[in-house]
């Protein structure tokens, strides 16, 4: 070693003695990484504003068709607003654009609330009846690009404009603790049993069936029978059953009725009744009532018995016989007799005790299996095949199956030329 | 700084390859073999796991044989010098575009879904230092750590897969695809799979005892089986909408986040994602190290690193800038590196095997 580089390490040296600190550094390296890590990220988030004030969380979006010929289409959007203050209360606005395309109406909602438009929060999209005739998915692409959008988000149409639709949320989100997207998940999980989120049509619409429900629902001015808000001078007041509240009100009004699309075309709505009888062939759903009038024996007296479907299990057998698939559907139900209406005077006994008669269950098998009968009626005709029997006879034997199409003048016709046999056993809970 | 790389034992070679069996396959894989083969994706995991057990076997016969040599020396040794070059050369390109891969899905899936306005270079800065250090550090300092982590790791894997059982509620048309859509999926996707062929470039620093091969064919295994459990899950979770969406073990959970309401459960598979992602990393440039060491053994060890976050920057930096770019170079530009763990390696292994045998008669 050179004198001169001999100098250089002992000066080395001793400024590593003067600053001990520095050895840390120098021995652990990871220091300073996570110091370069946190000055270049911690200045750079110093430095941004809030996300509170960035972005403006949009918790409902509605479609329509635009008049203005330039623009094809209206989008409202329901934004929150956060507000600093004591108490807790929700405040919502409700901002529309038109554009060239759904993206486009998005920038100028941004542009008119002066932020970004943040999607994650989107309970539900509205889409008008009018969109419904062309291929919705196409409406839907923007949203659907979107990665923070949960695929869980509601989607409904009505037939008044979506951007009357969200006028009527925003009042009911404003002060009600019910807000609409939870009507649309009582619907699927006590009633009718039908999922209308993106992540299920789009299921549906990308199927080998194409087909997709979505739910609609109505507003109608407050007669009571929906959920309602009414607006009085930039304050709300919501009730459920519309009893109640100053002003003029409008109701949202959910009554089972259900769109059924195919490649995203709407081709049928069914009403809430229907859709039940639908069901029936569908799945498994622990969901709906049964009603049996005029039931007669020894508690009873030409009665109105109200059944509550505890449980149901459907099991599908599939027989070729002379190449034709039959398709075997053995029904269990259980029940529970959730309502008595006796002409005469109300059966006093237990109601745990209170036993289905050999003569009622036969009632009640014989009104499932016409009901069942009817659904699948309602999906021969219109060539709707909304219990995925495709797909279970494809998966039973893909041959046959293939053998059984190529028979057929329209293939897409094959739920005319399926053979169903419908048995139903019914259970007391 | 000093290059350290002491032996490494069976736990920690297993573990190695337990974590690096799911690198490229937890996120937009399972997507893209939905999209081009249908439900029958599932098999197309399980068929090339089967080749990389192959290729473990081929391995562990190479390895009871020749114990203390490295699979350089053998190259060498039997085939010449610029057989063990190019073999190597090869293997140097190979680790460098998958860690160029598993970076870009893994950048690309953070920038989606947190980082929205962060760009690559500031997210480089949190995975090179760390990749850089642990790779210095040396075969065994990353084999303890990772084997600190395992059992965290091996919990956020089995988490996600108990709580993504429950998404599963759609039936599946089965056998759809034709078998040359199938084929033409698994050949595109080739390029993910293979990552076994590391225990060849780490072969002289395993040292490994007498019945503790079960434990790395053990680990092997797990790790194919959840690869494999999570592609199902994630198929039967999804169904037709899975070309909708491109991670994977993110995806599984946040479909029961979303139906089930269970909060932000999905950030368990995130910090999963980013734990493997580093120690993915890692494993990538020591296996370059190693590789460049015996292509250039007179140049300095760390040399190899400068070279690799050189190489990697520019083709994250210029060539792989999205999700599109990164799917495009996986399947049309990796699968001809596939060849290198399921084409050259097993053929110059099975060479060793055979010219010693003739070597031996020659002897006699």
């Given at each position: 070693m050179s004198e001169k580089q001999s100098k250089i390490a002992k000066k080395y040296e001793n400024f590593m003695k003067k600053h001990y600190y520095l050895c840390a550094i120098t021995k652990t390296p990871m220091l300073l990484v996570f110091l370069t890590i946190a000055v270049l990220f911690g200045f750079k988030a110093l430095s941004m504003p809030s996300e509170v004030n960035r972005?403006?969380?949009?918790t409902a979006v509605g479609i329509d068709l635009s008049d203005d010929e330039d623009k094809m289409y209206e989008v409202s959007a329901l934004v929150f607003v956060p507000i600093a203050e004591q108490g807790f209360s929700e405040s919502y606005k409700m901002i529309s654009s038109e554009g060239r395309s759904v993206s486009e109406a998005m920038d100028f909602i941004g542009l008119h609330l002066g932020r970004e438009t943040g999607l994650?929060?989107?309970?539900f999209i509205v889409l008008n009846e009018?969109?419904?005739?062309?291929?919705v998915s196409k409406f839907l692409d923007y949203l659907t690009r979107?990665?923070?959008?949960?695929?869980s988000t509601k989607l409904i149409t009505t037939d008044v404009s979506a951007k009357d639709f969200i006028s009527a949320a925003q009042n009911l989100d404003s002060e009600?603790?019910?807000k609409v997207s939870e009507i649309i998940t009582y619907n699927r999980r006590?009633?009718?049993?039908?999922?209308?989120?993106l992540e299920t049509f789009f299921k549906g619409t990308f199927g080998p069936t194409k087909v997709g429900l979505m739910s609609k629902l109505t507003v109608k001015?407050?007669?009571?029978e929906g959920l309602s808000a009414a607006q009085t001078d930039g304050q709300t007041a919501s009730q459920g059953g519309g009893a109640g509240g100053a002003g003029p009100k409008t109701e949202i009004v959910n009554d089972g009725e259900t769109v059924v699309f195919k490649e995203g075309v709407s081709k049928l709505t069914l009403t809430g009744e229907q859709l039940k009888k639908v069901n029936f062939v569908r799945g498994n759903y622990k969901s709906g009532s049964i009603e049996i009038d005029h039931v007669t024996d020894k508690d009873l007296n030409d009665a109105r018995v109200v059944f509550e479907v505890f449980g149901k299990k459907l099991n599908f057998k599939v027989k070729y016989e002379n190449n034709v698939p039959v398709i075997y559907i053995d029904t269990s139900l259980t029940l529970r007799i959730s309502e008595v209406e006796n002409s005469?005077?109300?059966?006093?006994?237990?109601v745990e005790l209170f036993v289905i008669t050999p003569k009622t269950t036969d009632m009640i098998e014989m009104k499932v299996k016409r009901s069942m009968s009817e659904g699948l009626e309602i999906m021969r005709d219109n060539q709707l095949d909304m219990g995925d029997f495709y797909t279970m006879l494809s998966n039973n034997n893909r041959k046959e199956f293939k053998k059984f199409l190529e028979t057929l003048?329209?293939?897409?016709?094959?739920l005319n030329h399926i053979v169903f046999k419908v048995s139903v056993k019914v259970y007391s809970k | 700084m000093k290059v350290l790389d002491k032996n490494i034992n069976a736990w920690q070679l297993g573990i190695m390859l337990f974590i690096l069996l799911f690198a490229n396959k937890i996120l937009v894989l399972p997507s893209l073999l939905f999209e081009g083969?249908?439900?029958?994706?599932?098999?197309i995991p399980v068929l090339f796991f089967v080749l990389e057990m192959g290729l473990l076997f081929l391995f562990y016969k190479l390895k009871t044989k020749?114990?203390?040599?490295s699979f350089s020396f053998l190259l060498k040794n039997r085939f010449g010098t610029p057989v063990q070059v190019v073999a190597f050369v090869f293997l140097c390109a190979y680790f460098l575009c998958k860690a160029v891969l598993l970076y870009n899905v893994t950048y690309i899936f953070f920038r989606n879904v947190?980082?929205?306005?962060?760009s690559s270079f500031l997210f480089l800065f949190c995975f090179i230092p760390i990749m850089n250090h642990l790779a210095i550090s040396g075969l065994r300092v990353m084999g303890r750590t990772m084997q600190l982590f395992f059992p965290f790791m091996l919990t956020i894997v089995l988490f996600c897969l108990v709580v993504g059982?429950?998404?599963?509620?759609s039936s599946v048309l089965m056998f759809s695809k034709p078998f040359a859509e199938i084929a033409l999926t698994a050949a595109k996707h080739?390029?993910?799979?293979?990552?076994?062929?590391l225990v060849f470039v780490v072969m002289h620093r395993v040292q490994i005892k007498k019945g503790e091969w079960k434990v790395v064919f053990s680990l092997v295994t797990l790790a194919s089986v959840l690869v494999c459990l999570i592609t199902v899950i994630f198929i039967l979770s999804?169904?037709?909408?899975?070309?909708?969406?491109?991670y994977a073990i993110f995806e599984i959970m946040s479909y029961v986040k979303e139906y089930?309401?269970?909060?932000?459960?999905?950030v368990v598979s995130m910090v999963g994602i980013i734990v493997f992602a580093y120690f993915h990393l890692a494993i990538y440039l020591k296996a370059f190290m190693l590789c460049f060491k015996e292509v250039?053994?007179?140049?300095?060890?760390?040399y190899s690193v400068l070279t690799f976050n050189l190489a990697f920057l520019l083709i994250v930096g210029?060539?792989?800038?999205?999700l599109e770019q990164a799917v495009s170079f996986a399947e049309k530009i990796l699968p001809y590196f596939a060849i290198i763990p399921f084409g050259i390696v097993p053929i110059l292994s099975g060479l060793l095997f055979l010219i010693k045998k003739r070597k031996e008669v020659k002897n006699e």
């Open positions: 972005y403006a969380v949009v994650s929060h989107i309970k009018d969109l419904l005739m062309d291929d979107n990665i923070h959008l949960s695929s009600s603790s019910i006590y009633i009718y049993a039908t999922d209308s989120s001015p407050g007669e009571g005469g005077k109300s059966p006093q006994q237990n003048e329209d293939p897409e016709d094959y | 083969a249908g439900l029958e994706a599932v098999f020749h114990p203390a040599q947190v980082y929205k306005d962060y059982v429950f998404g599963i509620n080739i390029s993910s799979f293979g990552d076994v062929v999804y169904t037709y909408t899975a070309f909708m969406h491109p089930g309401g269970l909060g932000r459960i999905d250039f053994p007179k140049i300095n060890p760390l210029f060539f792989i800038l999205n």
